[in-house]
Nanobody
Framework: QVQLVESGGGLVQAGGSLRLSCVVS????????MRWHRQPPGKQREMVAI???????NYADSVKGRFTISRDNAKNTMYLQMNSLKPEDTAAYYC??????WGQGTQVTVSS
């Protein structure tokens, strides 16, 4: 059974930091292209960051310089370090593997 489980969301003040985790089981994690996505209230889901199997990363312009995606293949886990958070970062955050397997999401709320 494939599972992607996000954690680490919560309520934080603007300027604060959070680290999200995505623990993956049931698939060969190290071979998968992993992504973080988010869906703000009332808006469409958007990709935030991507990390390939060889560690190449890319980010949405809105988070460049503030968010860092990483992965630990030994732990089957992907991370999203989010710094300098803004109210507009408020969203449900999801992880995906190859854009085929998805987690259930974790809520991030940034207060002004």
């Amino acid at each position: 059974q494939v599972q992607l489980v996000e954690s680490g969301g919560g309520l934080v003040q603007a300027g604060g930091s959070l680290r999200l985790s995505c623990v993956v089981s049931g698939i060969a994690f190290s071979t998968k292209i992993m992504r973080w996505h988010r869906q703000p209230p009332g808006k469409q889901r958007e990709m935030v960051a991507i990390i390939t199997s060889d560690g190449t990363t890319n980010y949405a312009d809105s988070v460049k310089g503030r968010f860092t995606i990483s992965r630990d293949n030994a732990k089957n886990t992907m991370y999203l370090q989010m710094n300098s958070l803004k109210p507009e970062d408020t969203a449900a955050y999801y992880c995906s593997a190859n854009n085929y397997y998805w987690g259930q999401g974790t809520q991030v709320t940034v207060s002004s």
